[in-house]
Antibody, heavy 122, light 111 residues
């Protein structure tokens, strides 16, 4: 059974960079036809797609976050990562990693991590 | 700001059927069969319920069904049960620039 697990600091200072890693187990991140994505959810609000990455490093980003987001992959560790720069309180959210299927990762998100709360505060 | 519009809330009694609509545009929902639906209980990760408009993942109850008409997708839950009370989100591919967006979410209350 595929499992995804987010990890990283739960508290980040304003203007600094948020960094999270998603570790994939029970399957290979190199599997064809799958992209690996990040989604976030501010407290009490809806879901926001951040972006995704393929095992060869090809990425797609939400244009509203594109200038601050970098998603990378480490196939040797079966992990992919999120970096979000210049964070503000508006970036406080539960961050989820997930597997995204479909043509160039345009489809559904079928496996999700449990999510990790990141708070931006001094 | 979402490109997909959902009602904020819907409700129904046990045993009844409800439908949640997700309104998009001719350039997204109207052009692609890439609509998916997610169920989220409080404090939990979203769960995929419907993908590619009408398909159900293994293990999802057949009380859940999806469809699309024009620029609007819909999720129907029949035989409502207390455990169906949750937030529901639609999601779709939009275009090569925006890529993927979620609807604003709908809170389902089982009366």
């Amino acid at each position: 059974q595929l499992q995804l697990q987010e990890s990283g600091p739960g508290l980040v200072k304003p203007s600094e960079t948020l960094s999270l890693t998603c570790t994939v187990s029970g399957g290979s991140i190199r599997s064809s036809s799958y992209y690996w994505g990040w989604i976030r959810q501010p407290p009490g609000k809806g879901l926001e797609w951040i972006g995704n990455i393929y095992s060869n490093g090809n990425t797609y980003y939400n244009p509203s976050l594109k200038s601050r987001v970098t998603i990378s992959v480490d196939t040797s560790k079966n992990q992919f990562s999120l970096r979000l720069s210049s964070v503000t309180a508006a970036d406080t959210a539960v961050y989820y990693c997930a597997r995204q299927v479909g043509y160039y990762g345009s489809g559904s998100l079928d496996y999700w991590g449990q999510g990790t709360l990141v708070t931006v505060s001094s | 700001q979402s490109a997909l519009t959902q009602p904020a809330s819907v409700s129904g009694s046990p045993g009844q059927s409800i439908t949640i609509f997700c309104s998009g545009a001719s350039s997204d929902i109207g052009s692609y069969d890439l609509v998916s639906w997610y169920q989220q209980h409080p404090g939990k990760a979203p769960k995929l319920m419907i993908y590619e408009v009408t398909k159900r993942p293994s293990g999802v109850s057949n009380r859940f069904s999806g469809s699309k008409s024009g620029n609007t997708a819909s999720l129907t839950i029949s035989g409502l049960q207390a455990e169906d009370e949750a937030d529901y989100y639609c999601c779709s591919y939009v275009d090569t620039r925006t890529y993927v967006v979620f609807g604003g979410g709908t809170k389902l209350t089982v009366l």
